[in-house]
Structure formats: C-alpha cells, structure tokens
C-alpha cells in the first residue's frame, strides 16, 4: 500500500496523470496564469482598471439590463444552439454565462442538416437568431429575439423569465421580421418595438401581442442597425450602429421627447479602440446604482470575433458622451467598482464532463440529436454518437462548440475512439467558415491521425495522415489571435506533444458571422451507430 502512495504521489509531483495527455513540456504557455483584467498602478497609484476589450471573445450585438445591483446582457447566437446567451455579471467587468433564452431552432429544416426547398439550402451558417433585445420591467426579464433566413418562417418572438437564467417563457409569436429590434417598456408600462430597415415602432397591447398602432420614425442623415432604446430623465435616447462615409463603424443617437417625435440624432461615439479594430458600434448605455453611466458596445477584431467594449459615458446638453475628453475609446479604463480588484469572465473554461448537465460555454452547430449524445453513457466522459451521415464536417450533427478568446489559447481534449465505425472521423478543430481539424478517421478497419483544412462552400484538404496502433489519443489546437494562425497537435502518450500538418491562418467570414471556435466533432460517412467519448476538455489562455 505505502508502494502505491508513493507512486501516486510521485506521478502527481511529475505533472504525470494517468490516462491523460495534459501539462505539455512544449513551451508555449506562460508560467503564470492569464489575469484579466490586470491592476494597474496608474493615476493615484491605487486605481484598478480593466482591459479594451471587456471580454476578448466573441459576445457581438449586445443589450444590457441593470437589475439592482446585478446586470445581465443578451448575444448573439446565429446558427448554434441554445441560443441567446443571458450573461450575468456584479460589476460591469466579469461576465458569465448562466443561461439561454430558447434551445433551439425552429422554423427549416436546415437548422438539422436536411435541405429545404422552401430556401433551397441544407444549413443555415450565417442565418439563425441575431441581435436580440434584453428589457426589464416590474421585476421580470424579456427578451425580443428572431429566427432569421428561414423564408415564410422568418419568426420574432418575446420570451419572459423571472430569473434570467431560465426558464424562458415564450409569451408571443409573430409571424413578421422585426430587424434589429429593440423592446421597450415606457414608464405608463406600455410596450413598444423599435425595429430597423424600415423605421417602424409597433405598439404592443398589455399581453405584448401587436396592438395594430404603428408610428414611423427617422434617424436624420444616418442610416443603421442594431437598435437599443433607453430612457433618461424623460427623455428616450435609440442608439444604432452606422456606417459613415470613409469612416469606422460608428454610434448614432437619436433623441426624442416624444414617441412620436419629433427626432434628432447625433453622432455620439466615432473611435476604435486606441487604432484597433473596425470601431466600437451597436450597444447601448447603463447606469450603476451609484449614478455612474456607461456604454457597452462591441468591436470587430477579425478572426477572434466581435468583443464587448465598455467606455464611461456622462452628459453634455442631456446628450450622451463617451470614452476620454478627445471622444476615444481607451484600452485601459477605471473599473467601476474598485473593489473588485481581480474581476474576470469566464465564457470559456475546462471542462472534464463530469456532471450530468452540459456546461453553459457549449453550444451545437446547428440543432443537435439529443440521443445522440450523453454525459451518463460512460460517468466522466462526453459521448458522441453518429445518428445522420455526413457530407463533409461542415455538416457533422451534433458538433460540440465553445468560444475562443484572445490574445491566443488553446484547447486541448482526450478522445477514446475504439467504437469508430469504418467511415468516421472525429476530434477537434478550429472552427468558422475557414476550418482547421485535428483527428482521428477509421478507414477499412484502421485509425489514422489526420490533420486537414478548407471551407465551407468547398471541400478539405488532407495535409497530413499517420496511421495509429492505439485508440486514445490527445488532441490540441493552438490558436494565436495576434498572427491569426492556428496549429495542430496530437500526442500518443503523456506529455510528448507533436505537431501535425500545416498552420491554418484564421479569417472571420460572414458566411459564418461568429469568431473561431473550438469544436469537437464526431460524424460518419459511411456507417450509422459509431461513437466517440471525450475524457475531458483543457482550456487556457497563453
């Protein structure tokens, strides 16, 4: 018995776990952990700031609510589900998942990989739900939220929760687009939709079903998306992303006294965060219980994703101002509650699957088959089924995905793949509309590690093959935001970690329209049934 101990205790002082690929002696990561935001000893010496961006991932189209002292914000989910993530966060600066408005999409059949005439595809990358709406109004949470590029069954939809993390309620169905919209509650508790690419506000009847009462409205000289109305001290304030002529992506306020107006808009914000990224754009403002203002916004920065940005906002003639006296958003900015000295997000994390519910940073690339996959087949293990023949990858049912965030991380993950059938493949890749895959394929009964690359709209490369005599394997996909170049590696036993096939370069696409992500992956070719099961995943920020 004291043998064993020993053993074991040896093996835990050399970073050697069993059955694990883990603790790499490859160099790439830094000893000390990724802190964010980082304290800095600026100003008074004593001031703790975060970082531009908020979040360095892809939390694009944001809606902020304060309800008290806690705040919550919805996303944007396009084709993956559950869909419209509800963050949480204390302070303004640490941001977590905690639940979903809705768990799947209706509406095509190409939301499950099967064509539809009707739209005349057979997947909805770059369609879904997008820009939703977050309101809050006598202690209960709304959320205005679409299905987009689903023909004739195009659908808005308002959900309610009492606790935001769920359940959500869906307490109206329309059978109308409203683009970009923003949901409103007015102080005489009468509802109101503002929705773009038309100009419209619709009234709403005490049940939120559309009262027939319709105003037009305009936006001046500029023209936008992406609608968040707020109201301050009787005065309503709709904010929009534009597009100026020769210039970066831009906030435009219009103020009005008025539901129906008179409008007067003004551009409030033109900056990108001190030269980086396509400008701070489409958000809108909240306050802090002690009085304090500010704008949360996103910023494009490529391959990553759109990125939270938050910048102070005070007053000027009743008109919001952001950012510093020049009117720049700054990389480096006071935190609002000073307390909280090491505030991070966690959108993005390690998970060893050992639970029984999947953990909030997942979603599926499009609909998933819910029997297809299983957290109580094996205790400890993520199982992945084959239940729909595949394509290509860019049609795998029931693919795994999270996020990614910057400078650069990586994910790492264990795969059991003795119960592939002939025809399959599975492991991990860097996933947008420009792919990188690491894996393992089962080709007239042997394995073989892959790496391979391509498109969507074209087909894969097979850069590397080596066939394997073992069927567990590690995988690990590096991703540096700052080169935008992925890399590839599997690795046969502990802590010998080799590198497969060729370096992707990263691109965010919009026919994608979400940052690169992580994605395990299991799919047949050829034989239904076959399976995977994922020991864990490794996340880390380097």
Avoid at 107 to 123: K, L, P, Q, T, V
Avoid at 375 to 400: E, V
Wanted: glycine share 8%; with cysteine.
């Amino acid at each position: 018995m004291k043998k064993i101990l020993y053993v074991a205790f040896a093996m835990l002082l050399l970073n050697f776990p069993l059955g694990a690929c883990s603790d790499d002696t490859m160099g790439e990561d830094p000893e000390e952990p990724f802190t964010d935001p980082i304290p800095l000893d600026k100003l008074d010496g004593n001031t703790v700031k975060f970082n531009n961006p908020l979040i360095y991932s892809d939390i694009p189209d944001v809606s902020v609510v304060r309800a008290g002292s806690d705040y919550y914000m919805v996303s944007t989910s396009m084709h993956l589900v559950p869909g419209a993530p509800i963050l949480h966060s204390t302070d303004l600066v640490g941001w977590e998942i905690v639940g979903y408005v809705f768990d799947k999409l209706e509406g095509s059949s190409a939301a499950n990989f099967e064509y539809d005439a009707a739209i005349g595809r057979d997947e909805i990358y770059s369609q879904g739900s997008w820009a939703s709406s977050l309101a809050y109004h006598k202690g209960k949470f709304y959320c205005l939220w679409n299905t987009y590029g689903f023909g004739t069954n195009t659908r808005s939809y308002i959900s309610s929760a009492t606790n935001p993390a769920g359940p959500w309620t869906i307490e109206q169905k329309f059978d109308r687009l409203f683009y970009d919209a923003s949901l409103f509650f007015d102080d005489d508790d009468k509802a109101y939709i503002f929705a773009a690419h038309g100009e419209t506000i619709t009234q709403l009847n005490s049940d939120l079903s559309i009262s027939g009462t319709e105003y037009k409205f305009n936006t001046g000289s500029y023209e936008g998306e992406g609608y968040q109305v707020r109201k301050v001290n009787g005065k309503y304030y709709l904010f929009m992303m534009c597009w100026p002529s020769g210039g970066v992506r831009s906030v435009v306020c219009v103020r009005f006294d008025n539901i129906q107006g008179p409008y007067t808009a003004r551009m409030v914000l033109s900056s990108t965060i001190e030269g980086v990224g396509d400008g701070v754009s489409q958000g809108c403002i909240v306050d802090t219980p002690d009085g304090k203002w500010y704008g949360l916004f996103f910023t494009d920065l490529g391959p990553v994703g759109r990125c939270p940005v938050l910048t102070p906002c005070r007053w000027e003639n009743e008109w919001p101002v952001f950012g510093n006296e020049e009117g720049e958003v700054e990389a480096e900015v006071p935190a609002p509650i000073q307390s909280n000295r090491f505030s991070t997000s966690t959108v993005v994390k390690s998970d060893e699957f050992d639970t029984d519910q999947l953990d909030l940073i997942w979603q599926w690339n499009h609909n998933p088959l819910p029997d297809k996959w299983s957290l109580a087949a094996r205790k400890g293990y993520m199982r992945l089924t084959t239940g729909q023949k595949a394509s290509d990858y860019f049609h795998a049912r029931n693919t795994l995905t999270c996020r990614t965030m910057g400078p650069a991380c990586r994910g790492e993950i264990s795969l059991d793949c003795a119960n592939m059938k002939n025809g399959d493949y599975a492991g991990l890749s860097m996933m947008q509309y420009q792919s990188g895959l690491v894996g393992v394929k089962k080709v007239n009964g042997k394995y073989y590690l892959f790496m391979s690359d391509g498109v969507q709209d074209g087909s894969m490369t097979e850069r590397a093959s080596l066939e394997i005599d073992q069927t567990t394997v590690c995988l690990k996909v590096i991703a540096n935001f700052e080169t935008n170049q992925a890399s590839f590696y599997y690795s046969l036993k502990n802590n010998v970690w080799v590198k497969i096939g060729n370096d992707m370069t990263m691109t965010y696409d919009l026919k994608n329209f979400v940052g690169n992500r992580f994605a395990i992956f299991n799919y047949a070719t050829e034989l239904l049934g076959g399976y995977v099961d994922v020991d864990y995943f490794r996340f880390k920020r380097i």
